[in-house]
């Protein structure tokens, strides 16, 4: 997690890609620990992949709406993290869990 603050948004995507693809790890739960970390990291790179898989709907609609409700715990983020947040409150596609998990992750800032 502590590496990740430092990471641009381009570096947390390919590493996001290479565990999606299986190159850095074969196990199928390494998907998840990196969510997890991104989340826990809350840098702007991170929020910003996390913000763009889920607007994308790169994740299914369960995945998604469980990271939109782990914002609520992400750890001293940025105004950066929170700007790169914005476009899934501005989405007319973003689930309602979007307004929760950004609003708390705010009120964290």
């Excluded at 502590?2 to 196990?27: D, F, K, P, T, Y």
């Amino acid at each position: 997690v502590h590496s990740l603050r430092r990471m641009s948004h381009e570096s947390v995507n390919r590493i996001w890609s290479s565990v999606q693809s299986g190159s850095i790890c074969a196990s199928s739960k390494m998907a998840d620990i990196f969510a997890d970390a991104m989340i826990m990291d809350s840098s702007a790179g991170s929020i910003k992949v996390i913000s763009d898989l889920i607007l994308k709907k790169a994740v299914p609609t369960v995945k998604s709406n469980y990271w939109l409700t782990m914002l609520a715990f992400a750890n001293r983020p940025s105004q950066e993290s929170i700007r790169a947040a914005l476009p899934l409150l501005e989405s007319k596609q973003a689930p309602r869990q979007a307004m929760l998990g950004v609003s708390a992750m705010i009120h964290n800032y």
